[in-house]
């Protein structure tokens, strides 16, 4: 099972971040990891959580069946999907009674949670199953010279009991991946703090205020460039980049790419195979960069 993983694209990827998704393929597909749609699948529960815990486990259990009926472990790209995921995962192999419960509203699907499979998100299967010396072994464009910065997220490591890697205090598996390519990863002022995205339904301006405090921090370091691994987090910054910068007369310029897009540089893809050109920021100036290197 370790190298084929059924992919849960979840809701959002499909539709507004393609690039994170054809760039995860291509190299994944270099990596040996074998990926096996998932058609049937339904929201993660993950937006409804607060509304209806309920609802939430009956969505996250019924992909989770899904998957247990092809006995194959689920590969997501969206950090909040894997949360979802794996808390749903862990709360019913756990507690029996809600087991049932969920059970009993799965059975009407002709569905059953059973506990056999797990979840992982991509940046758990580059460091577990894939492993750092497989990814340098295939790098045959080291990008020595870039210096970028990364950006992990809120979802990704939080909560702790539930996602069970890293640390989230101080998360080291993303900064050694970058590493991994060749790249030098800056360390920055609040590298921890959340991209403002949850905050967008409620204030525009809060989120857009927390996404500019990151740029600064971020520029201030001379980062050539900003590594995402959440969808969320990467519409936040290379969406909004330029109304940040109209909106408070700022200048950034700089590009904000998916972790797969940086390593399938390092691996010798090109910048149209990863759908670069579905960045807003532009890239030509970095694109140049790492023609020099």
Not at 15 to 32: C, D, Q, T
Not at 197 to 208: N, Q, T
Not at 258 to 279: C, D, I, K, R, W
């Amino acid at each position: 099972m370790g190298n084929k993983y059924l992919m849960f694209l979840g809701c959002s990827i499909p539709y507004r971040v393609s690039a994170y998704e054809i760039s995860a393929r291509k190299v994944l597909a270099k990596l040996g990891i074998e990926l096996v749609e998932m058609p049937e699948f339904n929201c993660c529960g993950l937006p409804l959580d607060p509304v209806s815990h309920e609802t939430m486990l009956i969505l996250a259990a019924k992909n989770l069946a899904l998957a247990e009926q092809q006995g194959l472990n689920i590969l997501t790209l969206c950090p909040g999907c894997a949360g979802s995921l794996k808390k749903a995962n862990k709360i019913l192999k756990e507690d029996k009674v809600q087991r049932e419960q969920i059970n009993a509203h799965l059975k009407e699907a002709g569905l059953e949670f059973k506990g056999t499979i797990e979840t992982k998100h991509l940046l758990q299967l580059l460091k577990e199953d894939v492993g750092l010396e497989k990814i340098k072994s295939l790098v045959v464009k080291p990008l020595t010279g870039l210096k970028v910065a990364e950006h992990n997220g809120c979802h990704i490591l939080r909560p702790k009991e539930y996602i069970g890697f890293d640390d989230p205090e101080d998360p080291q598996t993303l900064k050694m991946l970058i590493e991994a390519t060749g790249a030098t990863c800056l360390d920055y002022l609040d590298e921890t703090e959340c991209c403002g995205a949850p905050s967008v339904g409620v204030s525009d301006k809060v989120a857009l205020s927390l996404a500019r405090d990151k740029l600064n921090h971020v520029k201030q370091v001379d980062a050539q460039a900003l590594i995402t691994i959440c969808p969320f987090c990467h519409i936040m910054y290379d969406t909004n980049e330029l109304r940040i910068e109209k909106l408070f007369n700022e200048t950034y310029g700089i590009p904000i790419l998916h972790y797969p897009q940086l390593l399938g540089v390092a691996m010798g893809m090109s910048s149209e195979e990863l759908a670069f050109n579905e960045l807003r920021v532009n890239t030509s100036n970095l694109l140049k960069q790492l023609a020099s290197l």
